[in-house]
């Protein structure tokens, strides 16, 4: 997926923010916001007092100017909370209409029998039905979603995942779905389309990433509850106020100094609209981070879900282990030296392009100094390594050099009359207990020894399994080895537990357990043997490389195929429930500078005695309103930024987090304000003195 600069420095994304803002004044947007909704209906109803004042109906003793500003400040405060949900949805907008752009109707040729590739209708991919067969071939693009039943073909896929790299899709095993938008590079395939017209997975990604999908999540929804109680409570309390005001001018004989636009203004104050403002922007930017890592959420649900998971099941391969094992050792056998045993390894890998070939020479050069030959040697035939010999090697000056399984070798040696060792024999047996892979090298006919291949744990994974055991994270590894040598790897590469020789039904039994233990778990998986198990977990992240049986059990689709991304994924929900509860926290805190702020303002004419309330020193009355209800517009725009890019993740345990955040938020919230709303006032009073 294509990457986009920071959404408040895209001129076109901020162009389309501002637009929005204004569209999102209408009242069937507004009324989904029931907190931003009170601050609409009271900009409303300040406008209609205000017209009233131009025909001499005033509202208690407040002039048409100051009902005109505290009216032109609400209005603002409604378009700044438009202008944060419009600013985070623009970066998934701008994302769609990349994704759109890749996308044209092309031709189909589809397949009345699919064994006939010559006899081919040709129709628009937007006819393609579910269930039909269509070819594709080189420099064509994938007219519809599917699995490839036939053939084998280099895709690209950069319109989707935004990588240039191509990839290779085939039929059978776990690289055969294909996506409609991408490009066939080389040969052809025969793909059976698995998606109805309309539903594609680019189709999917389009709704996701610009937020027309996006439902609130259970959290979301209970906080918004909370947010709508306490305004409730605070309309309540403003309207007793009011009556209050009332009754207490008639009992002390003088005219009520309190004006419905001052108690709008104290109302507005008082409710939590600086979380109600960012509460849907920081919901869609997290959504949005996850795009930018190139995930596919279906739902804002999961995002929540990652950021509450306590236990994660790795893969070994590629997500602990470099996926390809690598030389380790060389162990000669029946007298040949170990130079002559690399030698011999590192001759009959020099046209092995393989990541394990290519380790062979590398140990041969640092281990032994030797220095391969040249690969265009004339004197040198190759023999490429296939399915049925499952070896390779090299025909030199007269000499033929194998290596390959140890079966195939022995095989190879026996045919040639020549012995294949007990001591070979037992190393190889050796080998494949600890875990490692025997490859076995063989110099005319003569077994020479073994090389011994093996997982290497990647660089930083000891690191990161730490740090998620520090946040209360159980890491747990999926291999499909024996128990012993599962052991061994998961000791090195410092996860909590294991799941030897790992099956559908071993992993699906895990992660219930787990579950029925009160857990959350997440899991990665990209194989038709997986969807059971990714289909119960509670965070599913399938690799887009994997079947459609995987994607479609999977609740995330990470689109690089990276098994490491799932612990991304985890930080990034974590990221989401750390912002939301520190800008509640922050937001709820400010109230307490604006109480001090507006209370004394409005009844100090009635009691006097609230003047030492006004611990801010604040101008006038007039001053201390405007200015408190200034400082609630401003402070929505001034945390656009952090409700778009997220709180700063810190990996430690919940409890030192929860305190960090009191402090810095909670805290925060309480001394920004009364410098705030000071500094405002000193600006303000002096303008209405000269009005």
């Not at 759109?100 to 937007?126: C, K, Q, W, Y």
């Not at 490859?439 to 990647?458: F, N, P, Q, S, T």
Request: proline share 4%; charged share 20%.
């Amino acid at each position: 997926m294509a990457k986009n600069k920071s959404s408040l420095t895209d001129k076109a994304i901020v162009g389309r923010a501002v637009k929005d803002a204004f569209r999102k004044l209408a009242p069937k947007d507004q009324i989904k916001n029931p907190v931003m909704f009170l601050v609409y209906v009271s900009a409303i109803l300040t406008t209609v007092l205000f017209v009233l004042s131009l025909f001499g109906i005033s509202d208690g003793i407040v002039s048409s100017g100051f009902i005109l500003a505290i009216t032109v400040i609400l209005w603002l405060t409604s378009l700044f909370s438009n202008f944060a949900e419009a600013i985070a949805e623009g970066r998934g907008k701008a994302q769609a209409d990349t994704l759109r752009a890749s996308r044209r109707d092309v031709m189909a040729h589809r397949l009345s029998d699919p064994a006939n590739h010559d006899r081919a209708e040709e129709i628009t991919g937007a006819s393609l039905q579910k269930g039909d067969v269509y070819i594709v071939k080189a420099g064509e693009q994938i007219p519809a979603d599917g699995e490839v039943i036939e053939g084998a073909a280099s895709v690209d896929e950069s319109a989707i995942t935004g990588e240039s790299a191509p990839v290779i899709r085939e039929a059978g095993g776990d690289r055969s779905a294909v996506t409609g938008g991408t490009t066939v590079l080389s040969d052809w395939l025969v793909v059976r389309v698995t998606q109805e017209p309309g539903s594609s997975f680019l189709d999917k990604m389009i709704a996701m990433v610009e937020g027309a999908n996006r439902k609130k999540t259970p959290n979301e929804i209970a906080l918004q509850i909370l947010l709508v109680a306490l305004s409730i409570i605070f309309v309540l309390v403003t309207a007793s106020l009011y009556s209050y005001s009332v009754f207490s001018a008639d009992q002390l004989s003088m005219s009520n100094p309190t004006s419905v636009t001052s108690l709008v203004a104290l109302l507005i104050c008082l409710a939590p609209t600086t979380i109600g403002a960012l509460l849907s922007a920081i919901g869609i930017a997290g959504m949005s981070r996850l795009n930018q890592a190139n995930v596919l959420a279906m739902s804002g649900r999961a995002i929540e879900a990652a950021g509450d998971t306590d236990v994660l099941l790795l893969d070994k391969t590629g997500t602990i282990t470099l996926g390809n094992r690598q030389a380790a050792a060389f162990i000669p056998v029946d007298g040949v030296t170990e130079e002559e045993l690399a030698d011999a390894a590192q001759l009959s890998s020099l046209a092995d392009e393989t990541p394990e070939g290519r380790s062979i020479i590398v140990l041969a050069k640092e281990k032994l100094n030797l220095r391969g030959r040249e690969l265009g040697d004339k004197d040198m035939t190759f023999i490429p390594f296939t399915a049925q010999t499952r070896m390779s090697g090299v025909d030199y000056k007269g000499g033929q050099v194998r290596k390959g399984a140890a079966d195939a070798i022995r095989a190879w040696v026996e045919s040639g009359n020549g012995i294949y060792t007990p001591q070979c024999e037992k190393i190889v047996d050796d080998v494949a207990r600890q875990g490692g892979t025997p490859l076995v090298v063989a110099k005319d006919h003569r077994v020479m020894g073994i090389i011994h291949l093996k997982d290497i744990i990647k660089d930083g994974v000891k690191e990161k399994f730490a740090d998620l055991r520090k946040m209360g994270i159980k890491t747990i590894m999926i291999t499909g080895d024996n128990p012993v040598t599962a052991a061994a790897i998961a000791a090195e590469a410092g996860v909590d537990d294991f799941l030897a020789e790992a099956t559908p039904e071993t992993k699906l039994t895990m992660i219930r357990k787990f579950q029925n233990e009160g857990h959350l778990v997440a899991m990665t998986g990209d194989g038709t043997n997986d969807a059971p198990a990714l289909a119960q977990a509670d965070v599913a992240v399938a690799m887009n490389s994997g079947t459609q049986a995987a994607k479609e059990a999977g609740n995330m689709v990470d689109l690089d195929s990276s098994p490491t991304k799932l612990i991304e994924i985890v930080r990034i929900g974590k990221q989401l429930l750390m912002t939301r509860g520190s800008l509640t926290t922050f937001s709820i805190a400010n109230d307490i500078a604006k109480y001090f702020a507006i209370i004394p303002a409005i009844f100090m004419t009635l009691y006097p005695g609230l003047a030492k309330l006004n611990i801010m020193g604040l101008a006038s009355p007039t001053s201390a309103i405007l200015s408190a209800l200034i400082y609630n517009a401003l402070i929505i725009v001034a945390l656009i930024p952090l409700a778009l890019k997220g709180v700063k993740y810190r990996e430690v345990p919940a409890g030192k987090l929860l305190s960090h955040n009191l402090l810095v938020y909670g805290l925060g919230g309480i001394i920004i304000p009364f410098i705030a709303i000071k500094l405002i006032d000193l600006i303000v009073a002096p303008l209405l003195g000269a009005l």
